[in-house]
């Protein structure tokens, strides 16, 4: 089956300076670099990596044509990312020697996908795919309702969290992926415990010391794989990425989350976000 990713994309650039700037100053930037990032592109990449059929749904300004490079040679298909004359989502991230950073994110078109691509993405669409969704875009609700018309089954990633996105998607939502901050923010936001959504599987992940995985039958616990973190960013989106590849070639939930565990584990051995999300082979080879 194929996975249908309604997926932010955006072009992280990233400068070094010798401090943050402050209010007023001009600073020069002693090195600078780009990335492909979002957490929708990121999940795609993913899903690619792991060996599922994705179809990204999305959107791009119109010089971008190195990310659709940069997906399509990740194995994601790229026809349904409409090319529009808006920015690119993009994020200015300045690093200093510290480490310490400061991030302005301009969403672009990620905040403009026009509903018709949304549909013509979709039209395509059988029994039985999954289709994805997290909140770095718009229309997540507009199109689970089509997904869910056409039989698709809905995952979400309800990050970053936004109360009324996990309102509209909960009841609409089959697989839901969240962290613990995450999880936390929505029932303070529904008022109700995660045992108690109307969501048949619910992983809640919690960094270093692994995941959960609730149902109405209950709770189970799956430890992590122990390894030294360098740089955690993308293992989220990593995870989400692996547990649905899983699942969508029919494996059990325990061995999705097995292997998206261990895919997330070797992520944060990485430095970067997805240039360097493993591959299937990769995965499978780790042993921490
Ligand atoms: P997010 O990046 O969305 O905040 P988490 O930090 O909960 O998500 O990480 C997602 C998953 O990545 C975890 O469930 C775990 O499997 C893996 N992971 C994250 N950090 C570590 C770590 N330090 N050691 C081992 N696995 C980790």
């Excluded at 990449?45 to 119109?62: D, F, K, P, S």
């Excluded at 565990?261 to 082979?281: F, N």
Aim: aromatic share 6%.
């Amino acid at each position: 089956m194929a996975v249908w990713n309604l997926g932010s994309i955006n072009e992280d650039i990233v400068y070094s300076v010798p401090h943050i700037p402050a209010a007023g100053e001009t600073l020069a930037a002693t090195q600078m670099r780009h990335y492909l990032g979002g957490k929708g592109a990121n999940m795609s990449v993913a899903l690619a990596r792991a060996g599922a059929e994705v179809r990204h749904i999305g959107a791009i300004g119109q010089s971008s044509d190195w990310i659709v490079d940069r997906l399509s040679g990740a194995g994601v298909d790229t026809r349904h990312i409409a090319r529009l004359p808006f920015a690119t989502g993009h994020a200015i991230i300045v690093v200093d020697d510290a480490g310490e950073n400061a991030i302005t994110l301009f969403p672009g078109a990620n905040a403009e996908i026009p509903v018709e691509t949304v549909q013509g993405a979709l039209s395509e669409a059988k029994t039985g795919d999954w289709f994805l969704a997290q909140n770095e875009t718009v229309l997540q609700e507009e199109s689970a309702t089509l997904a869910k018309d056409l039989g698709l089954r809905v995952a979400y990633a309800a990050a970053p969290f936004s109360a009324g996105a996990a309102r509209a998607m909960v009841p609409m939502t089959d697989l839901l992926v969240l962290n613990a901050v995450e999880a936390a923010q929505l029932e303070e936001a529904s008022g109700q415990g995660i045992a108690d959504l109307p969501v048949a599987d619910v992983i809640v992940t919690r960094g270093a010391e692994g995941c959960d995985w609730v149902t109405a039958e209950g709770t189970r616990h799956f430890e992590a794989l122990k390894v030294e973190p360098v740089d955690t960013t993308g293992a989220g989106d990593t995870f989400t990425g692996y547990l649905l590849a899983g699942l969508d070639r029919g494996a059990s939930m325990e061995e999705a989350i097995e292997l998206a565990q261990r895919a997330a584990a070797l992520m944060v051995t990485r430095h970067g976000t997805s240039d360097v999300i493993p591959d299937i082979a990769e995965v499978q080879a780790f042993r921490p």
